[in-house]
């Protein structure tokens, strides 16, 4: 999604423009544009159509000043062009806004304010700046201009703004609702951010702005204000991550280093939540209350969702609770009917997906207890739920997740355990987590070393076509609808993951000669049936891939896994796949950690 940034200091903003644009282009975006002035009456507004490369071509050696804004534009209203890309202007040249999210009634108030104003984009933020110097022109304020605007804006919009007015040129004014915003604080200068990754190589401190607040950013303060124009003072917190570890290193695309990171992922979350003795160390409130539910909610969207369909195997088999998993935009308008006692466990790795957070605030409303489970502290998500987990999985940057499904999965693992423990059941005693995970960790690392087989099986049978499909069973069919998401996101082949009972009702006629149909075969109960769905497949033409756990392998079968606790075998399972969208994706000359059209961290519903 869209990513914000700015500055205001002594520095030469450009560069810390540019720089933090680099660090958040992982989020998708088709635009992008920066707005400096120099303190002296000299400012440039530069945008391009394209990727930050594209934009850096037009920034002329003259292009310099210390106070900035930056944007990268994920098209929502209106084309991705210069024309709509941000930062944006008013008519009178008085104010720079840059935007994320959606003004939900942007055409109604530019028919009741603005019928006199020339527009020369269509976007809805651009509505929002001629507001903001309409308003100034009556003789507001530009604290006050830019308050009465947001107090127009209706409540299904979602924004986080940052405003520039060239007659206070060193001055920064933001506001935020629903979509993600920080202030960085740094000696002698300031910066914004919708991703504390973006200024990591200019602070680590960074103050977090709630729904409602005014906060006026200058080189040497942060003043944060209610609507009701009271103080508020909040410190800073700090985030540990190094700027390096959102880096490439020596690999050339980030979805490859995440791959590879996976047993370090499962290492890392051993040794943050199992002590030595084998005691778990989550929360005992939280194990409590979660316990006393009747029924648990998994609500997640995409591949946090895909964890999620894990995640209840793990939590009925090892606590006894039902689970039930929703996709949070369907759950946002269609809930189910509740269990009286529910708690609602939030799969998220970005913490700020718009639809997720949608039910949170509506679960908050209703006052039954949750639990965010997510990559990054702080993050709205995290904020609002009753309780936090965090996956200490390090920044995920490409946009097809990778670390953060395996982690989700590994942390639910050790979740279920400590619950069932909690409770005295068997299957969880005896489920020992800490041992598991490292038989995991050991097991992604023996397949992320044998990647260049899996490159080959890509090259042979997944280069040219035009779709393809995952089938299992059970919990290999969990693992089938996350492979066949990874695949077709960044290879563009259309996949889907299937049931491979449900095939021959109906979707077994899309087979033909050579469509690859890639089996999971980990479950032993199904494993038999498994292998007699890709017997009528192959009798109608389909070339058959067969990923197998050791003990239910059998001859012939191209990629086998390591063995592992029943339960974890998604773990190990979707190495393979991750792999062979990536080898797919690199084939046909796309760019795999920035595939068309998506965006890293969904901020609008
Ligand atoms: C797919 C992918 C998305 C996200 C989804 C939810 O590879 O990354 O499907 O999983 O947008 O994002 P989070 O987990 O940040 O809530």
Wanted: charged residues 25%.
């Amino acid at each position: 999604m869209c990513g914000i940034v700015g500055v205001t200091g002594k520095e030469n903003a450009v560069d810390i423009l540019l720089n933090g644009l680099g660090r958040l282009e992982y989020r998708g975006y088709d635009s992008a544009g920066i707005y400096v002035n120099d303190q002296n009456g000299k400012e440039y507004l530069v945008k391009e159509k394209g990727r930050i490369a594209d934009l850096k071509k037009e920034i002329t050696p003259d292009v310099h000043g210390t106070t900035g804004i930056g944007h990268t534009r994920w098209a929502t209203h209106g084309v991705p062009s210069k024309e709509n890309a941000h930062p944006h202007v008013s008519a009178d040249g008085r104010y720079y806004l840059v935007h994320n999210g959606v003004i939900g009634n942007f055409a109604q108030l530019k028919k009741e304010y603005l019928e006199d104003v020339t527009f020369v984009s269509d976007t809805d933020t651009e509505v929002i700046v001629q507001l903001i110097a309409k308003f100034a022109r009556k003789g507001l304020s530009t604290k006050e201009a830019f308050k009465k605007t947001l107090t127009l804006i209706d409540d299904s919009s979602s924004y986080s703004f940052l405003l520039v007015d060239h007659e206070e040129p060193d001055t920064l004014y933001v506001a935020k609702n629903k979509s993600p915003l920080l202030i960085g604080v740094g000696d002698g200068f300031n910066v914004v951010c919708s991703d504390a990754i973006a200024m990591l190589d200019q602070t680590h401190d960074f103050v977090e702005l709630v729904d409602g607040e005014i906060v006026v950013v200058k080189p040497e303060s942060v003043t944060i204000e209610n609507m009701e124009g009271n103080q508020i003072n909040r410190k800073p917190f700090h985030v540990d991550t190094d700027a390096s570890e959102a880096e490439k290193g020596a690999y050339p695309y980030y979805m490859l280093k995440e791959i590879d990171e996976q047993p370090g992922v499962m290492r890392n979350l051993i040794e943050h939540y199992i002590a030595e003795d084998g005691s778990i160390k989550i929360d005992e409130e939280l194990l409590k209350r979660l316990n006393q539910a009747q029924r648990l909610y998994i609500v997640a969207a995409g591949t946090s969702y895909h964890a999620g369909l894990v995640g209840k195997e793990l939590f009925e088999r090892l606590t006894n609770i039902p689970t039930e998993v929703h996709v949070a935009s369907e759950f946002a308008y269609n809930p189910p009917l509740l269990a009286e006692h529910p708690f609602f466990i939030f799969l998220t790795q970005s913490g700020e997906t718009a639809d997720s957070r949608q039910v949170l605030s509506q679960v908050n409303e209703w006052g039954y207890p949750s639990l965010t489970i997510t990559n990054v502290a702080n993050s709205t998500l995290s904020r609002e739920a009753t309780y936090t987990l965090l996956l200490y999985a390090g920044p995920e940057i490409a946009v097809a997740s990778t670390k953060a499904y395996t982690g989700q999965i590994a942390l639910e693992a050790i979740l279920a355990k400590a619950m069932g423990k909690l409770k005295n059941i068997d299957k969880a005693e005896n489920f020992n987590v800490a041992k598991e995970l490292t038989f995991v960790a050991n097991g992604m690392q023996a397949l992320v070393d044998g990647k260049s087989e899996i490159k080959e099986i890509a090259e042979d049978v997944l280069a040219t076509t035009r779709n393809a499909f995952y089938i299992g069973r059970s919990i290999d069919y969990d693992i089938a609808q996350e492979a066949a998401l990874k695949l077709k996101e960044v290879s563009y082949v259309q996949t889907e993951g299937f049931a491979s009972g449900e095939l021959k009702h109906g979707t077994i006629a899309l087979i033909e000669k050579d469509t690859p149909v890639i089996a999971i075969i980990t479950d032993e109960k199904t494993a038999k049936h498994t292998r007699s769905n890709t017997q009528e497949v192959l009798a109608r033409g389909a070339r058959v891939i067969y990923i197998a756990s050791r003990q239910l392998a059998v001859a012939g079968d191209q990629i086998i896994l390591p063995e592992v606790h029943p339960l974890l075998t998604p773990l190990l399972a979707i190495i393979p796949c991750q792999l062979l969208a990536y080898y797919t994706s690199l084939q046909r000359g796309y760019d795999v950690d920035k595939p068309r059209n998506l965006a890293k961290s969904v901020t609008v519903e």
